[in-house]
């Protein structure tokens, strides 16, 4: 989410923590989420400072928080009766192929600095792939096999 790093911890620990104390359904998977990492990080890619990056983070996790805590009070999980099952099926298919996506440039080496998506750098800049970092690329492809 492009914050300080210690804040991934608390965000695995804590929630799980508190809905145990808290929560009423035992079957509810409580705890970070890679879709909500993803597009938060690149609302707050605007925000130059990494200090000024954890404090907007923690400001929009307050009012995500007040607002889902509002809908509990007023009852509205009935909301999600209209969504369609093809399109909660749709939202959770691109979701999943917006975060294996994401995961390209990392798995493949290539420098902090580099601009633009794997498919911008395929396309525009098929020379970057020769930087890419061999080792990082083995144990990546190696570590998603295993999975």
């Known amino acids: 989410c492009k914050v300080h790093l210690i ?26 989420g890679g879709l909500i990492s993803l597009l938060t990080g690149e609302k707050l890619a605007a925000y130059g400072d990494l200090d000024q990056r954890t404090h907007a983070a923690a400001i929009f996790t307050l009012l995500v928080g007040a607002m889902i805590a509002l809908m509990g009070i007023f009852r509205l999980s009935f909301l999600v009766r209209f969504l369609s099952r093809p399109a909660l ?6 979701s999943a192929i917006l975060i294996i996506v994401s995961q390209f440039k990392p798995m493949l080496g290539f420098p902090k600095g580099t601009q633009g998506g794997i498919g911008d ?13 061999l080792p990082t690329l083995v144990l990546s492809v190696m570590a998603f096999l295993f999975l």
């Open 89 to 94: 099926s749709g939202f959770i298919t691109a």
């Open 121 to 133: 750098i395929m396309l525009r800049n098929p020379e970057l792939l020769k930087s890419a970092n």
């Open 7 to 32: 804040n991934g911890p608390y965000s695995c620990i804590l929630p799980p923590v508190i809905y145990a104390l808290f929560g009423t359904c035992i079957h509810s998977s409580v705890g970070t």
